[in-house]
Each structure stands twice: as C-alpha cells, then as structure tokens.
C-alpha cells in the first residue's frame, strides 16, 4: 500500500468516488481552486466545474445526511435541513429556517427567513414560502398556498 499524507488520501478518495459515480460532486470553500492547501488540486480541471463547486462556507448552517442540494441553489446562514431531504436547482432557502427531515424543496422555490418547514413537506416548483408549511404539507404558488387549498380556489373560479 502506498503511504501518503491525509490529505492525499482524502483527495484520492474522492476522485475515486467521482470517476465511479457521475453523481457524487465536491462542494467547499475554495475546492474549485484546489482547497485552501492545494490538497484537492486537479479535481475542477479532471471532473468540471458543474461537478467541482466553490461554496461559501456557513458554520452555522447544517445539512442533515443525505442531503441533496441542486445546482445554483442559495442556503444561506444559520439554517437547519434535516436528513434526506432535497433543495432543488436554483432554490433560495433564506437565513434562519428550519426544514425538517425527507423534505423536497422543488426548482426555483424561495423559502423567506425565519420559516419552519415540517417533515416530509413539499414545496413545488417556484413558489414562494412566506408562511410555515406543517408536516407532510404541500404548497405551491406565488405566495404558497397548500396545495388542496390551491386546487378548491383553481376549481371555484372556472
């Protein structure tokens, strides 16, 4: 076995993983650039930029494992995401909130600071979240409204 530093090791290992599964990317604060001690230098030029991401760092905010987070998608400071759940490309999560476990936040959804999402909750494509949504709620819209809500209005004005 070849002896190399940690930070060797942790670079192998992802360009391992990221050779063997186009799904798995690199995000973090100055990986693109090969991280602040050149210890992931090369990735970005073998992998891409789409696949090897330069993120500010939040030390307040925290995702929850298995966490899926879209390309251009936001999620600013101090917000909570429980596990498994899912921020889609270009979503906005504002300071603040709360999302809690298996919950999809759809492309383009702009969540407001402040908010608390429940678990299993789905926010659809676009909407805006100026309310809290309760457990296994779906809203939708500009601004979201639950989703059967939403439906009884749509049918009412036919």
């Known amino acids: 076995m070849a ?6 090791a942790a670079c192998a290992a992802l360009a391992r993983a990221m050779r063997s599964d186009p799904r798995v990317v690199a995000l973090g604060e100055d990986v693109g650039r090969g991280g602040i001690f050149q210890q ?13 991401i330069d993120t ?21 400071h101090n917000v909570r995401v429980g596990p498994n759940s899912l921020i889609g490309h270009g979503s906005v ?7 809690g476990s298996a919950v999809t936040v759809g492309p383009g959804v702009t969540v407001s600071d ?3 999402i429940g678990d299993g ?7 805006t979240v100026t309310r809290d949504v309760p457990a296994y ?6 601004f979201a ?3 059967r809500r939403y439906k009884r209005f749509i049918e009412s004005i036919r």
């Open 93 to 99: 999560i504002a300071g603040s909130c709360s999302l």
């Open 114 to 116: 402040r908010i608390v």
């Open 121 to 127: 909750a789905r926010l659809t494509l676009g909407g």
């Open 145 to 147: 409204i639950d989703h």
């Open 3 to 8: 002896r190399m530093s940690y930070s060797q």
């Open 56 to 76: 500010p760092i939040s030390e307040a905010t925290i995702l929850g494992a298995g966490c899926r987070v879209g390309n251009g998608a936001f999620v600013s």
């Open 40 to 52: 992931y230098k090369g990735l970005q030029q073998e992998f891409g930029a789409r696949r090897v």
């Open 137 to 142: 709620g779906h809203v939708s819209g500009n």
